[in-house]
């Protein structure tokens, strides 16, 4: 048998790996609805995510080119954050995702009913 890097075996999952990391979709989509936002606004509109979790993510979507920092050097200092043209070009694929969406439902009822054939088990 022969074997493939995973890379080879699925083109799409580097991507998946950037794009769909635990924070980094609600990180994109919120940039993406308003614009450019100071870290405490952007902390504030993904209430769940903490400090610590919300800077790592913002500097890798930085390392990545997804998002843009701007620092303004003012006293007190201002740091603003924007998705970038690289991260607005996921656009699309965030729209085809919307649009499957409404399938939530029906993916809710298909583990409803795969636990209740576990339970009976």
């Not at 606004?41 to 890798?60: D, W």
């Not at 583990?111 to 209740?116: H, P």
Request: proline share 7%; glycine share 4%; charged share 25%.
């Amino acid at each position: 048998m022969t074997r493939t890097t995973p890379e080879l075996a699925c083109p799409i999952a580097p991507v998946v790996d950037i794009v769909f990391s635990r924070w980094t979709t609600p990180i994109l989509w919120t940039l993406n609805e308003f614009g450019r936002l100071r870290f405490v606004e952007l902390e504030r509109r993904i209430a769940t995510i903490t400090p610590k979790v919300l800077t790592q993510r913002l500097r890798q979507l930085e390392r990545d080119g997804l998002v843009v920092r701007t620092y303004h050097a003012e006293v007190p200092p201002r740091v603003e954050y924007e998705i970038s043209e690289l991260g607005r070009s996921l656009g699309p694929l965030f729209a085809s995702l919307a649009e499957w969406s409404p399938n939530l439902g029906e993916v809710e009822k298909a583990r409803a009913a795969y636990d209740s054939r576990s339970s009976a088990k």
